[in-house]
T-cell receptor, first 117, second 110 residues
Framework: NAGVTQTPKFRVLKTGQSMTLLCAQD?????MYWYRQDPGMGLRLIHY???????AKGEVPDGYNVSRLKKQNFLLGLESAAPSQTSVYFC????????????????FGSGTQLSVL | RKEVEQDPGPFNVPEGATVAFNCTYS??????FFWYRQDCRKEPKLLMS???SGNEDGRFTAQLNRASQYISLLIRDSKLSDSATYLC???????????FGAGTRLFVKA
């Protein structure tokens, strides 16, 4: 059982370049999320999805786009990378948002270290 | 002011010590509370949920005080393997607001 798989693990971009981060989960979870983690700050939600074909903005969505064409996949795109997007990106999924640890538990991918020069 | 605040540490403790972490949250509409553990350069993983009545899992005890909007995590008999960053996580009622604290770093030394 792979859980949540993210690719790539590391990437270096030049300012203005674009890229897509891939996230796949095999737990049949409805909810998927993209977070970024920066030193001294908690994880911040970029975008999320409550099901196939749906996406919504999180706390820090500017400069990012997402798509959820299939239930198991959630893609994060950077259209024109900026140095401020240098961060560690985590994809996560959960069964639902109903109250309770079983429903709300977040399963994270192993992260993508992105550097924008 | 951050919605979820934690002492960043680091906490440096010897093996066998008892250590306590605190977390405060500012939104009274928060409904679910968790502690996650994050090892260096790894993803966060759920350590335990936090209930109003308090709950224990082996050497770990979590407590919630809704009146004071305060959450705690107590680790007894610390092990070297407990060295990690501990994240306080709060879910608001309704919507999709999961707020992560910045984490408290723990180093357990032999």
């Amino acid at each position: 059982n792979a859980g949540v798989t993210q690719t790539p693990k590391f990437r270096v971009l030049k300012t203005g370049q674009s890229m897509t981060l891939l996230c796949a989960q095999d737990m049949n979870h409805e909810y998927m999320y993209w977070y970024r983690q920066d030193p001294g700050m908690g994880l911040r939600l970029i975008h999320y999805s409550v099901g196939e074909g749906t996406t919504a903005k999180g706390e820090v969505p500017d400069g990012y786009n997402v798509s959820r064409l299939k239930k198991q996949n959630f893609l994060l795109g950077l259209e024109s990378a900026a140095p401020s997007q240098t961060s560690v990106y985590f994809c996560a999924s959960s069964y639902s948002r109903s109250k309770g640890a079983t429903n709300e538990k977040l399963f994270f991918g192993s992260g993508t270290q992105l550097s924008v020069l | 002011r951050k919605e979820v605040e934690q002492d960043p540490g680091p906490f440096n403790v010897p093996e066998g010590a008892t250590v306590a972490f605190n977390c405060t949250y500012s939104n009274s509409a928060s409904q679910s509370f968790f502690w996650y553990r994050q090892d260096c350069r790894k993803e966060p993983k759920l350590l335990m949920s936090v209930y109003s009545s308090g709950n224990e899992d082996g050497r770990f005890t979590a407590q919630l005080n809704r009146a004071s909007q305060y959450i705690s995590l107590l680790i007894r008999d610390s092990k070297l393997s407990d060295s990690a960053t501990y994240l306080c996580v709060v879910n608001r009622a309704g919507g999709f607001k999961t707020i992560f604290g910045a984490g408290t770093r723990l180093f357990v030394k032999a």
